[in-house]
């Protein structure tokens, strides 16, 4: 989906604006190698793209509030039709201006002999400081090339700034644009979901479901998942970030999938958990309806108003007493959750934000307080519980991985689930895997 250029235009007048004086400079991703002349596909860095769209690697862009000859100023590299018969095509500084909407655009090889000049007289720097140290260093060489302009009248800047703290907060509250793209991510993802449970089977490989996963991506319009797949059955379900992929599936056992599409470098992020056979058993059940029920109540207190950890909080209450009732704990509710208890069993966070970035950018705390949930917030509602193969633990419930995540976006109603395709209540999901 190609957005109109003015919405980046707006972005770029809405940062302009917050930095007030000064210049911005920043940089995308490098490309990175993955072995000897082979690299990974590029994905361009979030905050540049947010910014200009522009998806071509070897970019920079300077945002020049005042400037005479334009505000934004596009490096970019130039058209090469030898190149392009191997790599494909290239908008060169035409195209930067043409396509990306650019005020002025120079080769990216001749960085260094304009760029230093676009920093004299210039009292602060703005950069995304240090995710990328080789470019930082180069843009301190930059600034010291100015500084030793002194004799001549040249002023230098004389603070370098995150420009990190402006551009999240515009990046944490997305617009009508980026929710449009984040809802076509969590459909594509939902199918994706879907699929994997129709075509699940004991006896399959976790690759096998991770290809169907891939297949629905693509054929939904993803050019890339947002993250690693996880495709975890039975005991694997208890390591969170388990990628192998490379276990059997086993009949009578659950599979946990965390897995989501990216479109025009915008996330979904999506577990569900399903029985292999198609059928939960008692002791599945039990632990999955628990989880339900505290995603469920972690999703009712996601609204404008509340603070951040208020659904944490509310999925906390319902997963503990649900492991008191299951006897994996001992004790008074409160007690319990006070002591952290647990933490055995579930060790992380119910939620992070979401956006271009899986983990999305912005504070969850302001000074020392939770934040304040706003009507354009998303966010991730994700709890689980991890039951691991111990002796202690009742053998029907032992090596229980169970994770159900949705992809929730505030608004002034309250909220909506953007991933709600994706079958989630125990009669959806065998009802689902029934018909295959």
Known sequence: MDMDIKVFNRRRQDVMQLMGDGIAVITTAPERSRNRDVLYPFRPDSDFYYLTHYAEPEAIAVLCPGRAQGEFVLFCRERNPDREVWDGKRAGVEGAVEIYGADDAFPIDDVDEILPGM??????????????????????????????????????????????????????????????????????????HRRAMQHCQPGMMEYEIQAELEHEFRRGGSLSWAYPPIV????????????????????????????????????????????????????????????????????????????????????????????????????????????????????HRTGHWLGMDVHDVGDYKIDVDWRILEPGMAFTVEPGLYLPDDEDIDSALRGLGVRIEDDILINRQGNTVLSKDAPKTVADIESTMADR
């Open 119 to 192: 920093l004299e007289n210039q009292g602060k720097v703005y950069g995304n400081m240090g995710y990328y140290p080789e470019f930082d260093m180069r843009l301190l060489n930059w600034i010291n090339e100015v500084k030793g302009k002194a004799r001549t009248g040249v002023h230098a800047p004389s603070e370098l700034v995150d420009l990190s703290h402006i551009l999240h907060e515009l990046r944490l509250i997305k617009r009508s644009e980026e929710v449009a793209l984040m809802k076509r991510a969590a459909r594509i993802s939902a199918a994706a």
């Open 232 to 347: 975890a059955g039975g005991v694997n379900a208890c390591t969170l970030h388990y990628i192998d992929n490379n276990g059997a599936l086993n009949d009578g056992d659950l599979l946990l999938i965390d897995a989501a599409a990216e479109v025009d470098c915008y996330a979904a992020d999506i577990t569900r958990t399903f029985p292999v056979n198609g059928k939960f058993s008692a002791a599945q059940r039990d632990v999955y309806e628990v989880v339900l029920a505290a995603q469920l109540a972690a999703i009712d207190t996601a609204r404008a108003g509340n603070h951040w950890n208020e659904p944490h909080d509310a999925a906390v209450r319902i997963l503990v007493q649900g492991l008191i009732d299951l006897k994996l704990l001992e004790g008074e509710l409160d007690g319990l959750i006070e002591q952290q208890t647990h933490k055995r069993f579930y060790m």
